[in-house]
């Protein structure tokens, strides 16, 4: 069992990043946010696994034009979750568009559409992240590391 999880965001810049952390934390869509949320540390009691759950931004403004993000080739084991944010502003959802993409790579544990501004899906994103972190499906688990 892990003792721990951290999740880190990486995005492009302004899609939300750390609106999403404001609105986790805060329960109300923040109207002023720094470039960078602070690292912060949800207890293990108030998370759905039990498990102390760090979250840490990242900030496409003040960082960064381009995000490598870098693996080693025998042996990819962070899951990756496609998150669509700002989900209300359209009407219709990015779904359709997104399934392909997550059918084809493997490493896409999950996908989910949500909005800092509604706090819609803003807990369940951060648990799935914790749930792939520590009940991970396909390829990304080891075999011999299992159980
Ligand atoms: P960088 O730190 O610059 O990389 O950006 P970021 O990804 O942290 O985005 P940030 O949280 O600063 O939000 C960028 C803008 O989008 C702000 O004006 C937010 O108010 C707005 N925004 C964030 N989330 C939502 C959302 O769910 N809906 C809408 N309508 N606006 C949002
Ligand atoms: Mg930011």
Do not use: W
């Not at 759905?48 to 084991?77: F, L, M, Q, W």
């Not at 219709?92 to 899906?121: F, R």
Request: hydrophobic residues 35%; proline residues 7%; contains cysteine.
């Amino acid at each position: 069992m892990r003792k721990d999880v951290r999740i880190l965001l990486v995005g492009e810049p302004k899609v939300g990043k750390t609106s999403l952390i404001m609105s986790l934390v805060s329960e109300e869509f923040p109207q002023v946010v720094p470039y960078r949320a602070e690292e912060i540390t949800i207890p293990a009691d108030v998370t759905p696994e039990r498990v102390p759950t760090h979250i840490v931004d990242y900030s496409g403004t003040v960082t960064a034009n381009v995000i490598c993000i870098v693996y080693a080739v025998n042996n990819k084991k962070v899951p990756v979750i496609l998150v669509g944010n700002k989900s209300d502003l359209v009407e219709h959802s990015s779904m359709e568009t997104i399934l392909p993409v997550m059918n084809q790579y493997t490493e896409i544990e999950t996908c989910v559409e949500c909005s800092a501004k509604n706090l819609k899906n803003i807990s369940e994103l951060f648990y799935y992240a914790q749930k792939a972190v520590l009940h991970p499906t396909g390829p990304l688990y080891c075999p011999e590391e299992k159980q």
